[in-house]
């Protein structure tokens, strides 16, 4: 069963030119389905009815995961078995009839700009990983940039003399984009470049712009710990990178950027998604800009 996978992951990654972050989630929750039917004494596909698919998500609701997650994992299901189904595996397609769960698409609490000028206050940079942390957060609170947008960075991206950073690969689109930096975040890029970056570097042929201790590109994973760390210290439990995107959005909305524009900046492939980050709170000059 795991070989078959392994199959259409690949199918998935050329074919259909998926992302690795949506190969790597699609793996893992099929790899999750795959361990549920051995358990229960499946080894063939074509022996998988929707009866044994509806077990699966019960089991996942009395665990508790989120109606996100559940959907997510029955999105991977029915690509899976759709594909089964065309390449003659199995003789049908048992998620046919199946539904996801309700998802609640509004948008998670933005940080207040108080909050996130406290975590950057709190990242000393005074050491090589401190001038990268704070490069890091800085350019993502003052871009919106995914994490692995971020992470997927050359130093060849920077643009100095434009003022401007070029992002795009490895993200949710393929479509790369340019986007304005103020004065200060170039400041703070180019200490870590100057200061920073050459002691974490061994290779010197290294294209990544933020690097590990290993000297080589930093991880989504990695990134997202560095994160957690620092809004631990900040007393921001419940922070992720995707807080500060969102920040970044609400921020701009509430001073009067166009919805259009920040779609554009986000990157966006759908402005339903940018509508989701219209501020709720009160009138827009109530939030003081970040300046970052």
């Known amino acids: ?69 559940i ?18 595996l199995t003789a049908a397609d048992p998620t046919v009839k199946l539904s996801s769960p309700p998802v609640n698409r509004e948008a998670p609490a933005a940080l207040h700009p108080d909050e996130v000028q406290t975590l950057m206050d709190l990242v000393a940079a005074q050491d090589p990983s401190g001038l990268r942390d704070r490069a890091m ?21 920077l643009q100095f003399d434009q003022q401007t950073v070029l992002c795009g690969a490895g993200g949710k689109s393929s479509r790369k984009r340019t986007l304005p930096l103020e004065a200060a975040t170039l400041g703070t890029l180019h200490a870590y470049l100057e200061l920073g970056r050459p002691k974490m570097v061994h290779d010197r042929k290294e294209q990544s712009l933020f690097v590990n201790h290993h000297g080589t590109r ?16 900040a007393g921001l439990e419940s922070l992720t990178p995707h807080s500060l995107r ?39 000059g109530s939030r003081t800009p970040v300046h970052v």
């Open 1 to 69: 069963m795991e070989d078959v996978i392994t199959t259409f992951i690949e199918r998935m990654s050329v074919q259909q030119h998926a992302s690795p972050n949506t190969c790597g989630a699609y793996s893992t929750d099929l790899r999750q389905l795959t361990r549920f039917l051995q358990s229960n004494d499946f080894s063939r596909w074509e022996d998988i009815a929707s009866e044994h698919l509806v077990a699966y998500l019960l089991r996942l609701r009395e665990q508790q995961y989120a109606p996100t997650s």
């Open 71 to 88: 959907a997510r994992k029955l999105a991977a299901m029915k690509s899976f078995f759709h594909w089964l189904q065309e390449e003659g």
């Open 137 to 157: 957060l800085q350019l993502l609170c003052a871009t919106g940039m995914r994490v692995t947008e971020i992470v997927s960075l050359n130093v060849s991206d």
């Open 218 to 233: 930093l991880t989504r994973q990695g990134f997202w710990l560095i994160i957690k760390n620092h809004a631990r210290a």
């Open 246 to 284: 969102h920040a970044f959005a609400v921020n701009l909305l509430e001073h009067g950027a166009e919805l259009r524009e920040v779609q554009e900046l986000l990157g966006h492939a759908s402005i339903s998604t940018t509508q989701m980050y219209r501020p709720a709170r009160g009138p827009r």
